[in-house]
């Protein structure tokens, strides 16, 4: 395996259990031993990937994001944004860019749809 193969396959798996952390970025990168720079070098040039790769295969051809009524309980429980979406439940850190929010929806709309 090549050295780039290898430094983005370290990369996208600590990205990863940042995700599913639900800490905040200063947190993680102290408890995980790695630099905040290059950290959110990988982590947003992850998530424009992932976007680009969503988008390409949305069926709408569109950028366009639709409002949905929200309800609200309470205060998210540790910091957590709870999402429930086609019958499916992703819990995202507080703070997570709206648009990735709406890219996550579509594409869970579109998996659910199949």
Known sequence: ??????????????????????????????????????FRYWLYRLRRERTAVTM?????????????????????????LDLRTAGLRVLMPIGTDPRYVAHVVAALRDVAAC
């Open 1 to 38: 395996m090549k050295a780039r193969e290898k430094k983005r396959r370290y990369w996208s798996s600590v990205v990863a259990r940042y995700e599913r952390s639900g800490q905040s970025q200063a947190m993680f990168t102290t408890e995980a031993g790695v630099a905040v720079a290059a």
């Open 56 to 80: 390409a295969g949305h069926s709408r051809g569109s950028d366009e994001v639709r409002l949905v009524p929200v309800e609200v309980r309470q205060s998210p429980a540790e910091g957590r």
